[in-house]
């Protein structure tokens, strides 16, 4: 049964449901842990989606400053009727909206921003890049340094790209509970994200990048849902596979093995609150740095 379907349905367990599950989607919203755009961006893409069963209003109510009356003003002069569902609308509407979110809210409220960014793509997008960028311009961010049973590339420093550890050491970091989250990334290492020095540095009122894959991602959020999930995107699968190949840090067979990972994790984007396009690293990176400000 789709969302509007389970609407018609008024007063059922399944239609209360769905409109609490709205209403958390709206107060999330509100409360700065999904941007208006990403929720309009499901309901496109995910036509079964609860996304998709919300109304405009609904979703314009979620962003701080809008009221009843400018809210009303606000469709008109989109040419949106209040009753439109965001799975509902056409494609100009919904380019309609999309800008006048993008202007009105890109970071909807950052007046309650969190400092925890988790920053996701896929292989050789630029993670690496965007954050050494961040790392080397913006003082007082904490990248956070996971550790890894992967071997290390040439020119990694154990410490500071990851901490290089066996399986025992990782296996005991997991039984100690020291970890944020872990996974195994590419059906091959482990990585995860030591918890102590992230606790201590949004403690000290720093602010604090993770460059993880989708599974620790997903792991953040249920952990510390005030946390901005973004995802990095190529300008194009084509330009993906350059920078892979032109990194040449892999073998051959393991570039296959990311590219299919990869393939996987841009189907997840919109999980995500925001996307960056990786352009040109310095717009990428200064576009990460404004979620943590
Ligand atoms: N879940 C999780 N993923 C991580 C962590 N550290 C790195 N990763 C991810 O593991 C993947 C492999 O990283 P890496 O071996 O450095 O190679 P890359 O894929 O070329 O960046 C990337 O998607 C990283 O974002 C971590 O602590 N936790
Ligand atoms: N905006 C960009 N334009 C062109 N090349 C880039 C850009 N960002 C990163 N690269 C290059 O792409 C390759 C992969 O980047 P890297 O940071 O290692 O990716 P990731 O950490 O996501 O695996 C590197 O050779 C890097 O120099």
Redesign the pocket.
């Known amino acids: 049964m789709t969302v509007p379907d389970v609407d018609r349905a008024a007063g059922s367990r399944a239609a209360i449901a769905a409109r609490r599950a709205r209403a958390a989607i709206k107060k999330a919203v509100t409360e700065q842990r999904r941007s208006a755009t990403g929720v309009l961006d499901r309901a496109s893409s995910h036509p079964d989606s609860l996304e998709a069963g919300m109304r405009v209003t609904e979703l314009l109510q979620g962003i701080p400053g809008l009221g009843r009356v400018r809210i009303e003003r606000v469709i008109e002069r989109l040419s949106i009727s209040p009753s439109k569902r965001l799975g509902g609308l056409g494609t100009l509407q919904r380019d309609r909206l999309r800008e006048y979110l993008q202007k009105r809210a890109p970071f909807a409220g950052d007046e309650k921003a969190s400092r925890l960014v988790v920053l996701a ?12 960028w961040i790392r080397e311009n913006v003082p007082g961010v904490l990248l956070s340094v996971s550790a890894t049973t992967r071997a290390p590339r040439p020119g990694e420093i154990d410490g500071v790209s990851y901490y290089f550890v066996d399986d025992a050491e990782f296996d005991r970091m997991i039984e100690a509970g020291e970890f944020l989250e872990w996974a195994v990334v590419h059906n091959s290492s482990r990585y995860g994200t030591p918890r102590a020095p992230i606790d201590e540095a949004l403690a000290d009122g720093k602010s604090v990048l993770l ?1 993880i894959d989708i599974q620790g991602a997903r792991q953040v959020r249920e952990a510390m849902p005030e946390a901005r999930l973004v995802f ?1 995107l190529p ?1 194009s699968w084509a ?1 993906l596979v ?3 190949t ?4 892999e073998t051959a067979e393991e570039q296959e093995r990311r590219l299919a990972t990869a393939e996987v994790e841009l189907a997840a984007q919109n999980e995500f609150d925001y996307l960056i396009v ?4 310095e717009t ?1 990176a200064r576009d990460v740095v404004e979620l943590m400000k």
């Open positions: 793509g896929p292989t050789a997008v630029g993670k690496g890049t965007v954050s050494t460059e990095l300008p330009e350059r920078r892979l032109g990194r040449g840090t990786n352009n040109d690293v990428a």
